[in-house]
């Protein structure tokens, strides 16, 4: 096993209505005045607004707002924020959604107590500080309510882009899983597409031992499982917990300890496709994993065969793949590039877009553009 | 699944040689004056004594030394080490040693800053404050490098209490899975027990989803597989590294989160045979499950069933107590009470003893003296 640090502060406020208790939290976090960041209209239609400003209105917490975050959320809007959060002398950031607004929150904290452009910190500026970020989760898929990570599109570069910092973990994240019913069929089998990379891209790059690896193959199954019945019976209470909860533990450093030099070679690829085409993430990553997948597996072949083993019972690496693809159809999430409208002749531009972030993400060795196409003409 | 709060806040600093960071870490903590609390000579004979104290020269961190702690760390010293905390005015705890060592410096912690008795905390009166605590780890076992829990026994009245309190979570804790190399193969599988143990009183007696019953299944089966490694040969560092994060994943909040109202039932009945005997808790602990076990098996036979199934491989619940029974024999640990000494006629008192416990921990109703002596009479 190899070193590491494990440090994940976050609290997780867990369960029904929690959300009411979002102003009371707010006040014993030392915050009386924050940037609420939200996105469009559906937190009004719920009535998720009314009730979280009225808690906030009940422990004297001042808040202007910010609103609009789109998914994949835009530098433009990111420094919109930024200029609203220091003209407004906010204390903190209150992010309302899912993991694009909240990583649009992480981004504004920073940007707030940044002498310099909020930009810097994500194409190499180390972070040093940010303003505390709480947040309330709507769409489980992300991971962003418990770790230290925020992505933002660049619109005018096609940069879709990361920071990755201990200053950006949420003090606290309220997690209602009756607050996803209103997310669609199709983002939800994108988010546990999404679940689903965050854990097997360090089982399949890194170098887990028994422990990490049952971790990983414990989310998969959960995942697979709860999504299947998210999507038959939206109503499920239990089957959003447990998913939520999943989605949480995929990415908050749990299964990354130990496991030694990973990459996100999935996530590289994929943000390219989201930059350029403005897909939703999830969609993206269907679309790229079954091809990385068939690329890489030579290189680790019995790690693809435990894989096809301990999550579908299966012999064969290749047969495991095929599984995992297949259940990507039957969620009715996208699997070939043209079933996002991405046409194949843009090969060349998307990986040159991605080896862009393989050169920031320290993998361009591994990952020069040509291989990368290589990769991508497997999801044609 | 039920609601919950997950937080952890203790950085664990995990991998080889990382002990010798101790004073560097401790003056980012922003100490500089710890009472450093150890057990009997075995840290001085293996060089940790040295290579700790060096750290903290080299860091201008002063220290004051409370040794001589002992397993199943007894209220007498604890009191002595409040004195000393409280007269050499000390801003933090430096535990280096076993779940022992770490629980007593989290009882001095909190009594250094009580106005009254450090027992009362243990007897029901809420802790509100406590020193900061950090930790070196040197048995993996009871999970108190990353939890708020801490035991002591009160000798003059024979009571093994415990507090339970966010206060006492370690700032940090440093675990070093070569450290283990000096525990004995009987304390091994003591350990082994202690960490399955952690798992299982939440599993069988709570209402886990999938997603945490799969934990815990991880859990057990890396915890069996890496102490059989262990045993054989006491070299292999893997395997001590991942028994190591298994214990302390074992019972750091994670298993437990979202399984409702659980009990701890054989820590409960093993604390009156620690706290008359003065048997090391792993032992104990490997009498008192199997005889629980198969009392409690009738109340909901589904969980026994797939305990066997996963663990196993087995069909029925009862073969599957077995089975962990068997397991504990092969390590050496002791599944009845004449193996440690006990008299079957002095299962009155113990369950008179053990009774006082479950009336601190609210489940005085469902586990009666009479209860309790039933269970004992099938570890004879």
């Known amino acids: 096993m190899f070193d590491f640090t494990f440090h994940n502060p976050t609290r997780i406020i867990f369960g029904k209505d929690k959300e009411n208790q979002i102003g ?34 009940d422990n004297n917490i001042a808040w202007m707002e ?47 107590l940044a002498p310099d452009d909020v930009w810097n910190y994500f194409i190499g500026k180390e972070v040093t500080a940010a303003l505390p970020v709480c947040t309330v ?16 599109t660049n619109e005018e570069t096609q940069q879709k882009y990361n920071i990755s910092s201990s200053h950006v973990y949420p003090r606290f994240s309220i997690l209602n899983p009756a607050l996803t019913r209103t997310v669609p069929p199709d983002y939800s089998a994108y988010s546990a597409v999404d679940a689903i990379a965050h854990v097997i891209e ?61 990459a996100f070679p999935n996530h590289m690829i994929e943000h390219a496709l989201s930059a350029i085409y403005n897909i939703p993430h999830g969609a993206g990553l269907a679309i790229v994993m079954p091809a990385w997948m068939r690329w890489f597996a030579p290189r680790r072949p019995a790690i693809f065969e435990r894989f096809a083993h301990r999550i579908f019972g299966l012999r ?29 002749g843009d090969i060349e531009k998307i990986a040159a877009n991605a080896a862009g972030l393989a050169a920031v993400w320290g993998i361009a060795q591994e990952y020069p553009k040509e291989v990368i196409a290589d990769i991508l003409r497997l999801a044609v």
Not at 75 to 100: N, Q
Not at 209 to 220: A, C, D, F, H, P
Not at 328 to 341: H, W
Request: glycine share 12%.
């Open 66 to 112: 910010h609103a609009g975050v789109s998914s994949n959320p835009v530098l433009s809007h990111t420094r919109a924020g930024v200029a609203l959060a220091k003209e407004a002398g906010v204390d903190g950031l209150l992010a309302v959604g899912g993991g694009s607004v909240l990583d649009e929150a992480k981004a504004i904290a920073v940007g707030a």
């Open 137 to 152: 989760l709507t769409i489980a898929a992300t991971g962003s309510e418990m770790n230290g990570n925020a992505v933002i």
């Open 202 to 262: 360090g089982y399949f790059t890194g170098q887990g031992v028994g422990l990490q690896n049952r971790l990983v193959e414990t989310i998969v199954k959960t995942v697979m499982a709860t999504t299947e019945v998210i999507l038959a019976r939206p109503d499920d209470y239990d089957a959003r917990a447990e998913f939520m909860w999943g989605a949480t533990l995929a990415l908050n450093g749990l299964t990354k300890s130990g496991i030694g030099p990973h």
């Open 316 to 344: 064969s690496g290749d047969d495991g793949i095929e599984a995992l693809e297949r259940w990507f159809v039957a969620i009715k999430a996208p699997t070939r590039l043209a079933e996002a409208g991405i046409p194949a």
């Open 24 to 57: 009371q939290e707010l006040k014993q976090a030392g915050l009386s005045r924050v940037l609420f960041v939200y996105g469009r209209d559906s937190i009004k239609r719920s009535g998720l607004y009314e009730r979280v400003t009225q808690s906030l209105k």
